[in-house]
Every structure is written in structure tokens, then in C-alpha cells.
């Protein structure tokens, strides 16, 4: 089972990288009380059956995986969100991508803690292909925006140890602009 | 901390190669690759992503290539992580916590020494007995 938020966020929107998406976008909004966490791609998608089969841990996409058959990044999310009373919601469409959206309540006595978010970003815009990813990060009346593109354009190719703590820095220093 | 922009970044990074080419040390060019799938991240990848990172940082090691990847298959090691470099073989990890991803980077990426506890292997097959 997942410790955090960021691990749930970083498996999640792994689904959109490995479902070929070119845009993949993660909003992550708080207010102290909640955490709802929306990653919208435009990947393969996924028909009605395929859907409800996503929430099955004993059922992965074939070929995804090679030696086993069991797909649990959906499945550990439902049951985090339903443990905090909040709510999971997929919409997904063949050829034209799947929306997520998860609710947490944060006071909740088995929310998880949230993570650490720069290095879950990071993680992920250094995911292997050519893909555009943004993160929507707000917080009360305040908010920001990264995108993959952006951080190649300032640090170049995003797989050496340099560019990721640089990345890591650049997003802490948003994160805590945020509740400052 | 104060807000870094997009311009900052850009500046640290030009810093930093200036940095790392004034330094004249040799790069180790290696690539370290940890598993990244729900079974990885569920057993701490992500720990072990941010220790590796760290490390590589502490002791200035340059031209390391830090990738990730899905699930390798071997959900019952991780988290897992692969490295490859030369004049070492190409080397699978298992059950490689913060230390151990530490351990990797000052021993096998600065030392060219493998971490013989934790290389994730299996008996040949010649010395398996039938049934096995």
C-alpha cells in the first residue's frame, strides 16, 4: 500500500504516461480541508468494460505487464479515498483519453499524509518519451503552474542528477511561495 | 527560501556546468535506472529515488543518468534498481532501501564496486536441483 498522496499521484499519472498520452495534466488544489487531485490525459482511454475492470486489483491491461497480472494503483487509491470518506471518479473515453478525479478530507482521522511533492514532480517529468505534462498546483487563493516543457527548455534533457535537483529546488521554492 | 523563476533556473543550471567543467573531473557515466511501478513505489522507490539524488549531489559525482522505469517484473525485490557503467557488469539490485541506494552511489558509481548483498540474482541453472 502507498504512504502517501505523492506516491498515489506519482502511479497514477504514470497510467497516462504508459497509456501514450502527449498531455497529461495534474491539478492538485487544497484548502485546508480537502485535497482533490484531478490528472486528465489524452492517451489511449478506456471503454466501459475496460473501466470497471480498472478497479479489479486481479486485472491489468494485457501485455502491460510481463510477469504478473494484478493492477493495483487504481484499486489502492479507491480504498485511500474511501478510508478519508471522499470520493474517486474516472471518465474515460477510447481514443481520446480519462480523467481521474480523486477527493480526499484531509482531517480525517486515515488520510495519508501528503508527500513530498517536489520529488514526485520530478520523478515524473523525467519519465522516459515525448510527452507534455503540467502540474496545477493551487492552495487557497494562490496558485502555480510547472510544465515539462518549460523545465527542458531551462534545464535541458531531464535525466541527469543536476537538472532533477534543480527541478526539485525550482518547485520547492513555488511550493513554499505557496503557503508563505 | 525566495520564489525561483523559470530565468533563475536557467542561470543555476549554466552555474552548474561551469562548475562541474572547472572541477575537470572525470564524469562517471553511468546510468542508474529504479523501478517506478506500484509495487516499486509501494515498497519506497521513491525514497530511494530522492537518496539517490541526494548523494549524487553531496559528492559532486557528475554525468550520471538517472532514469526510471515501470515495473521490472520483480515485485518481490523492490524497490529494484538497475545500473550500468563500464568496466562494471550491468547490475540489478533488490530491496534497495535510502541507505542502500546511498551505498550504490558511493560504492558501485565512485568505486566501481558492487553491493554483493543486495545484487538480485538467481542460481544458475546448473546448480539447481530438479524441481526447483
Known amino acids: 500500500m502507498h504512504a502517501s498522496i505523492c506516491d498515489f499521484i506519482l502511479d497514477i499519472t504514470q497510467n497516462s ?28 482511454g478506456m471503454n466501459e468494460q475496460q473501466l470497471a475492470k480498472a478497479f479489479d486489483p486481479f486485472y491489468s491491461e494485457e501485455g502491460k505487464h510481463n510477469h ?34 480523486a477527493r480526499f478530507i484531509m482531517n480525517n482521522f486515515d488520510a495519508p499524509p501528503f508527500g513530498n511533492l517536489p520529488s514526485t514532480v520530478m520523478s515524473l517529468m523525467s519519465f522516459p518519451g515525448e510527452f507534455e505534462l503540467t502540474l496545477k498546483r493551487s492552495h487557497k487563493d ?39 | 527560501m525566495a520564489k525561483l523563476t523559470l530565468d533563475d533556473l536557467k542561470k543555476l543550471r549554466e552555474q552548474k556546468k561551469k562548475e562541474l567543467s572547472r572541477r575537470d573531473t572525470e564524469s562517471a557515466k553511468a546510468q542508474i535506472i529504479i523501478g517506478m511501478g506500484t509495487c516499486g513505489i509501494a515498497a519506497g ?8 539524488l541526494e548523494e549524487l549531489d553531496k559528492h559532486n559525482v557528475s554525468g550520471v543518468i538517472v532514469k526510471q522505469t515501470g515495473c521490472m517484473g520483480l515485485c518481490y525485490s523492490e524497490p529494484s534498481v538497475e545500473v550500468v557503467m563500464a568496466d562494471v557488469p550491468n547490475t540489478i539490485y533488490g530491496n534497495v532501501s535510502a541507505e542502500v541506494g546511498r551505498q550504490i552511489v558511493t560504492e558501485h558509481i565512485m568505486q566501481g564496486k558492487m553491493i554483493s548483498e543486495h545484487v538480485f540474482d538467481k542460481p544458475a541453472a546448473d546448480i539447481m536441483k530438479e524441481g526447483e
Open chain 1, 68 to 101: 504478473r497480472k494484478v493492477g493495483l494503483g487504481i484499486p489502492f487509491l479507491k480504498q485511500a479515498v474511501e478510508a478519508t470518506e471522499g470520493s474517486l471518479d474516472i471518465n474515460s473515453e477510447p481514443g481520446k483519453g480519462t480523467k481521474l478525479t
Open chain 2, 45 to 52: 522507490a521513491k525514497e530511494t529515488f530522492e537518496a539517490i
Open chain 1, 17 to 44: 504516461i504508459e497509456a501514450n498520452a502527449s498531455n497529461i495534466e495534474v491539478a492538485i488544489t487544497t484548502d485546508g480541508e480537502t485535497l482533490e487531485l484531478i490528472v486528465a490525459d489524452n492517451g489511449k
Open chain 1, 142 to 180: 494562490e496558485a502555480y503552474n510547472v510544465s515539462r516543457s518549460d523545465l527542458i527548455d531551462a534545464l535541458g534533457e531531464l535525466c541527469d542528477a543536476e537538472s532533477l535537483s534543480l527541478g526539485k529546488q525550482y518547485i520547492e521554492s513555488l511550493e513554499n511561495e505557496l503557503f508563505s
